[in-house]
């Protein structure tokens, strides 16, 4: 697993070495304290600067998860998707294109569903765009909305976007209606993280 905008590594990467079923291959974190925390709490773990300048090779990593910049989605960073220089989720998407991952997982706000691609375009625009994206590099989406104080007994109540990408040419063997359901049907249960 490769984490993207790793923060302090208290998300993605936490979970995944929790559970002892992942190996993590990478962190990326631009924030030099962030840095050093992230190397305290997983030494050895490679951890590169910028998303943006990552060159690792298609089929090297099968899990890429991210947890990119909050503010050009949010009511507090004025919504301005796009156009705001802290968005970071263009070049993530890129680095999926190119890596071609099994997996890829998101988190954020929801605000991301309904923010603007850029001020005074229609609301819900930069993730029907994200939407498209994935679809093009060969990804079907499913995404939730979870209330945290509930989910993971956090004192922070708020709500947050997960968002798991599957590739269409990697999962060899599996049907989309087993992985993802069908309106008239569960998935079929998996032993993924």
Request: proline content about 8%; overall charge positive.
């Amino acid at each position: 697993m490769l984490d993207l905008c790793s923060g302090i590594g208290g998300g993605f990467p936490l979970c995944g070495i929790t559970t002892g079923k992942v190996q993590l291959c990478g962190l990326c974190e631009i924030d030099s304290f962030c840095k050093q925390i992230l190397q305290k709490r997983f030494p050895g773990v490679p951890i590169y600067n910028d998303v943006r300048d990552l060159r690792i090779q298609k089929g090297e990593i099968d899990t890429i998860t991210a947890s990119p910049p909050c503010q050009p989605f949010s009511v507090e960073g004025h919504r301005r998707g796009g156009a705001d220089e802290r968005d970071c989720i263009p070049a993530v998407l890129q680095l999926v294109s190119r890596i071609q991952p099994k997996f890829f997982c998101l988190e954020n706000v929801p605000g991301l569903l309904s923010a603007p691609q850029y001020p005074g375009d229609k609301p819900g625009t930069y993730f029907l765009q994200m939407l498209r994206q994935l679809y093009e590099y060969g990804y079907d989406a499913e995404w939730i909305v979870i209330g945290t104080r509930f989910r993971f007994g956090t004192k922070w109540s708020g709500e947050r976007l997960l968002f798991i990408a599957t590739s269409r040419s990697r999962i060899v063997g599996v049907e989309k209606d087993d992985l993802l359901g069908t309106p008239n049907r569960k998935p079929k249960p998996r032993n993924w993280v």
